[in-house]
């Protein structure tokens, strides 16, 4: 029986997360698949946005977007079926760079979590929500300085945090051995889309790939450029990647006392590398890269009190590796997931996740394969 993209060859332009997973989804699913990255994996640049990332499981769509939540879940449960699977392979086989551990979520006094925040709630392992003086909360509080927010809602559960390096590499790879072939090449969108995508064909054809029968635009931030997406913006994200892996995921959210300003602050390990990153900033419209050292010391002060066990340094402190930025690609409206033409060309645009690249990835690869099938094949009837 034919597989569903027996000689239909898809070139995914765009090798981020969001780029690697479709690609890896297009050729278990058949389809002959060569990628087109300005950067791939390995690269450090600004405009590479998937590096930079956390990484961890944790939503951003609400009840307001079931579209998103879909794809939330579908990645959680694939990812739960792929940790379940590396549990069954030897010590020395390859593996993804994910790991399931616990998290934890604070707010801070007035800022209860609804139950729309909540909605997750069923879909991920362990969950149980918690008083500020219970289990790890209430340790927190203690720790945490009085005149400093302290912590009023909590809640715990079992998710996924990646080791975003090793797990761009691992997607890379799993493709290559399905015969998807990456080719570091950026293209040039000022002179429209169109003539961009036929210079993609002659790029491929050098490369003895064949005719074109669909792309995908997983260009994230560059679709601005590429396809002149006026409604791309970044998010700016400032993190300190410290010495030591941290026991647990942790997201808080509160209102910083002396500034009266809202804040955000995340402790993500980073799966087998003996680091955590910690965070963050999210600053819309920003394209600057280079680092804030007030944003540095407000980030390390508000991960502090809930992560003693990196609190190694010789001055009780973090242990600092580096402090960087990065470019959330972000939409106005929402992500954009379908299919055009582009004069001659079929394309099914995947770009515009902002912060939620990673726990989207594997449901907007399932869309974007309906999406590949029905630009090929017609639709389903």
Known sequence: MASLGENKHIVV???????????????????HVTVLGAHVPGDSSIEYTSPWAGAHWLPHSTPSTPREQSWDTQTYDHW?????????????APRSGIAMLPAMNFWEHGRAPTDDDLWWAPVVKGFRQM????????????????????????????AMCINVSKYLLYLQKRGEGLGVKV?????????????????????VGKERRGKVDC???ATGLGAKQLCGDVKMYPIRGQTVLVKGEAHRTITRVGIDLKSGEKYGAYSIPRPGSGMT??????????????PDP????????????????LLTGA????????????????????????????????????????????????????????????????PKL
Request: glycine residues 14%; charged residues 25%; negative net charge.
């Open 315 to 378: 001055d009780g402190g973090f242990e600092i590796v580096s402090v960087q930025c990065g470019l959330r690609p972000a939409r106005e409206g929402d992500a954009r997931v379908e299919r055009e033409m582009v004069g001659p060309w079929k394309v099914v645009h995947a770009y515009g996740h902002a912060g939620s690249g990673y726990q989207n990835s594997v449901g907007c690869a399932s869309d974007v394969l309906a999406l590949v099938g029905e630009s090929v094949d017609g």
């Open 183 to 203: 080719v570091k090449v950026k293209l040039d969108g000022s002179e429209g889309f169109e003539k961009a995508l036929r210079s993609a064909a002659e790029i």
């Open 294 to 309: 007030k944003e540095t010391e407000r980030i390390l002060k508000q991960n502090a009190w809930a992560c003693p066990e």
């Open 277 to 290: 990153i910690l965070g963050g900033t999210k600053q819309a419209g920003v394209w600057d890269e280079t």
């Open 13 to 31: 332009i765009g090798a981020g997360v969001t780029g690697l997973t479709t690609a890896l989804f297009l050729a278990e699913a058949g389809y």
């Open 215 to 217: 792309f995908v635009n």
């Open 80 to 92: 739960l079926s792929l940790l379940e699977y590396e549990r069954t392979l030897p010590t020395f």
């Open 131 to 158: 008083s500020e003086s219970q289990g790890f909360a209430g340790e927190v509080n203690a720790r945490t300085p009085e005149g400093e927010g302290k912590v009023g809602a909590a809640c715990e559960y079992e």
